[in-house]
């Protein structure tokens, strides 16, 4: 299982963006799914996480970001309003997938990573 972010990029305080993720692979499920960031010289966080109908957001974002999912293409989305500059940081994909592989019946469970996509807000 392979995830792809997309849509990273400059933008000054105060705008908006939107991220991408595209999960590809011989998955047949997924169990949730999921954006980091990881900032200069700071640990990895949750941004914000999809688990079957429920959706859970870092707290200190009050409200300006959104996820979403598309359930027909699987593309995992982070709408981003009122971009600030601590929003600053590299942007990760990630979830768990259930699949197989190739001539083996055995359902397998993963939790792959995207390479990230960078996020920059500067004025």
């Known amino acids: 299982v392979h995830l792809v972010e997309s849509g990273g990029g400059l933008v000054q305080p105060g705008e908006t963006l939107s991220l991408s993720c595209a999960p590809s692979?011989?998955?047949?499920?997924?169990?949730?799914m999921a954006w980091y960031r990881q900032a200069p010289g700071k640990q990895r966080e949750l941004v914000a996480k999809?688990?079957?109908?429920?959706?859970q957001y870092l707290d200190s974002l009050k409200g300006r970001f959104t996820i979403s999912q598309n359930m027909f293409t699987n593309i995992l989305y982070l709408q981003m309003n009122n971009l600030a500059s601590e929003d600053t940081a590299v942007y990760y994909c990630?979830?768990?997938?259930?699949?197989?592989?190739?001539?083996?019946?055995?359902?397998?469970?993963?939790?792959?990573w995207g390479q990230g996509t960078l996020v920059t807000v500067s004025s």
């Open positions: 990630s979830g768990g997938f259930y699949y197989r592989n190739d001539g083996d019946p055995t359902t397998r469970y993963a939790e792959p």
């Open positions: 999809i688990d079957g109908d429920k959706t």
């Open positions: 692979g011989n998955f047949h499920s997924i169990r949730w």
